[in-house]
């Protein structure tokens, strides 16, 4: 079974440009999350999604960061325009279902450096 | 979710049992325990996780007291491979809150 696929693993752009990460879920996990971290500090939630409803949003920083998921497989993460304080490893994870029992599955993660 | 408080570095030597302590003394009855690990800058790695009573994978054994206030992740032999930090996370059973919440864990350092 292939587990939790991140693309690209590395990206390097400048200040003001835009960045689209990619997450591809296990097959057949609804539930799919987006954690990051920055520079010495702890991994962070961002989002979960079960399916392509947005079921928890809390952890977005600002309006800059949009997370899809058309059709409930794959989901993707834009940063626009991308800033300094952006730069980290942007983790994703899958489940099979939202309760505690069920453990997710993370990713290696996208490392994300803005210049 | 209830907080957790562990040693911020252990030392095991290679072979050994490394003995991971937990505190999570506010936990409710509807709250799992889960152990994560890092390697170096890989994604976080799920080992094991319970309720109440002691479980056992291929990788590790968790030890939950009775009281549920603390637990213990068991390597049983350990290796260098093993060198990593370790999560123990406190999470609701509730799907509604089934996000995890990262500490700073324990730094395991594996030696000769």
């Known amino acids: 079974e292939a587990g939790v696929t991140q693309f690209p693993s590395h990206s390097v752009i400048e200040k003001g440009q835009t960045v689209t990460l990619r997450c591809d879920p296990i097959?057949?996990?609804?539930?799919l999350y987006w954690y990051r971290r920055v520079m010495g500090k702890e991994i962070k939630f961002l989002l979960h999604f079960v399916k392509e409803s947005k079921q928890d949003e809390s952890g977005m920083p600002n309006n800059r960061f949009l997370a899809e998921r058309t059709g409930g497989t794959y989901s993707t993460l834009k940063v626009q325009p991308a800033e300094l304080e952006d730069s980290g490893v942007y983790f994703c994870a899958s489940s099979q279902v939202s309760g505690g029992g069920s453990p997710l599955h993370f990713g290696n993660g996208t490392r994300l450096t803005v210049t | 979710d209830a907080k957790t408080t562990q040693p911020p570095s252990m030392d095991c030597a290679e072979g050994r049992a490394a003995n991971l302590p937990c505190n999570h003394s506010t936990i409710s009855g509807n709250e799992y325990v889960y152990w994560y690990r890092q390697i170096h800058s890989q994604g976080p790695q799920y080992i094991i996780h319970?309720?109440?009573n002691n479980e056992t994978n291929e990788m590790a054994s968790l030890i939950i007291t009775e009281d549920r206030k603390s637990s213990t992740l068991i390597l049983p032999h350990a290796t260098l491979r093993d060198t990593a930090v370790y999560y123990c996370i406190v999470r609701a059973l509730d799907g509604t809150a089934s996000k995890l919440t990262f500490g700073t864990g324990t730094r395991l350092q594996v030696t000769l």
């Open positions: 319970g309720l109440k």
């Open positions: 097959s057949g996990h609804d539930n």
